[in-house]
C-alpha cells in the first residue's frame, strides 16, 4: 500500500514539481545563467566555502563552492556566468589531490 496519492511522485511531493522538471540532483550543467543557480523549494545549503579555486577548466579563477542536499555549485567569484551545478547523484567518487595553484602560488 502506497502512502503517496495516485500519480504523485516524491519529487512532486518534496518540491512540487514533477520528476522531469527537477534536474538539479541527476544533471552536470556548465556556464548556466545566474537564474538555473537559484536553490529550488526544498534545496538546503548545507556548507559554503569560499576562495574555491577551479584549478581544471579555469586555472587560477577563484570562486565559491556551496553544497547543498541536491547539488554542488561552483561559480567564478569575477564572472558568475562561469559555473557548475554537479547533481548529487551524478558523483560517483570524490578523490583529493594536490594541485598547483595560481592563487596560491604553490
Known amino acids: 500500500m502506497s502512502l503517496e496519492p495516485a500519480g504523485t ?3 512532486a511531493a518534496l518540491f512540487g ?7 538539479q540532483d541527476h544533471e552536470v550543467r556548465f556556464d548556466s545563467p545566474p537564474a538555473a ?8 545549503v ?12 579555469n586555472n587560477g ?3 565559491e563552492l556551496i553544497l547543498t542536499n541536491l547539488r554542488v555549485i561552483w561559480f567564478c567569484k ?23 595553484s595560481r592563487l596560491k602560488g604553490r
Not at 37 to 44: D, N, P, S, T, V
Not at 46 to 57: A, H, I, R, S
Open 78 to 100: 569575477t564572472q558568475r556566468r562561469t559555473n557548475i551545478s554537479i547533481g548529487c547523484n551524478t558523483i560517483t567518487s570524490v578523490s583529493i589531490r594536490p594541485v598547483i
Open 9 to 11: 511522485s516524491l519529487a
Open 61 to 63: 579563477e577563484g570562486g
Open 17 to 23: 514539481k514533477r520528476p522531469d522538471e527537477l534536474w
Open 46 to 57: 548545507l556548507e559554503t566555502f569560499d576562495l574555491v579555486e577551479d584549478t581544471k577548466g
Open 37 to 44: 543557480l537559484a536553490y529550488r523549494r526544498g534545496e538546503q
